[in-house]
């Protein structure tokens, strides 16, 4: 644009009824004029078709995620076991903090971060936050991370726990259209982390 002018367009995208629960990606184009040269330019956008929300109170592991980056895992947590001789291998197990199972929950890894989409409907989330006791520490001290909680793109919660010391989660969420649960990647890979009894207060 002449003497560095610049210019913005705002658009909307309708979602035809029936669309799949899933992320698309949508071509955006559009053309400009300087002096007497025409110029087009197209770009790729991603489009989040989210899961219709939540009408009650729910569990997180009952409902589904939005998107996912690392594994989740419903009502149970997928611990390393490493034996002297076969190497690393995998199990599932309860999840379990401070000597406490629990039988609802999500458990997930460290570097992981799960957005479940809640249009505006709940109130107020709840939780269990911690390190599962059996997490394998590969013989580091006591395993620790960072873990977040944003929601529609504001930070809320932002904490280190520890192995053996799980935090109470009881964040107001208002009319949060989305929430997101971060556990940060530090010193340990896929270090077994747990939100226990997570759970959403919805009308």
């Not at 569990?59 to 034996?83: C, F, H």
């Not at 390190?131 to 977040?148: C, E, K």
């Not at 929430?179 to 009308?203: G, T």
């Amino acid at each position: 644009m002449p003497g560095g002018a610049s210019t913005s367009a705002s658009w909307e995208l309708t979602v035809p009824p029936g669309a799949s629960v899933k992320a698309y990606s949508v071509e955006v184009s559009g053309s400009y004029q300087v002096g007497g040269h025409r110029e087009r330019r197209s770009s790729e956008r991603p489009i989040v078709v989210p899961p219709a929300p939540p009408t009650a109170t729910s569990w997180l592991s009952d409902l589904p995620r939005t998107s996912a980056v690392g594994k989740a895992y419903k009502d149970q947590q997928l611990i390393p076991k490493y034996t002297p001789g076969s190497g690393l291998s995998y199990e599932y197990k309860p999840i379990t903090m401070r000597g406490v199972t629990y039988a609802k929950g999500v458990g997930t890894i460290s570097g992981s971060s799960l957005i479940y989409y809640l249009g505006g409907r709940c109130s107020k989330l709840t939780a269990i936050v911690g390190v599962d006791d059996n997490a394998f520490s590969y013989g580091l001290p006591t395993p620790s991370l960072p873990i977040r909680i944003v929601v529609d793109g504001k930070t809320v919660f932002d904490q280190r726990v520890a192995q053996g010391s799980p935090v109470v989660i009881d964040e107001d969420l208002s009319t949060a259209k989305a929430v997101e649960l971060e556990a940060e990647l530090e010193m340990i890979s896929n270090l077994s982390v747990d939100w226990a009894n997570a759970r959403v207060v919805c009308s």
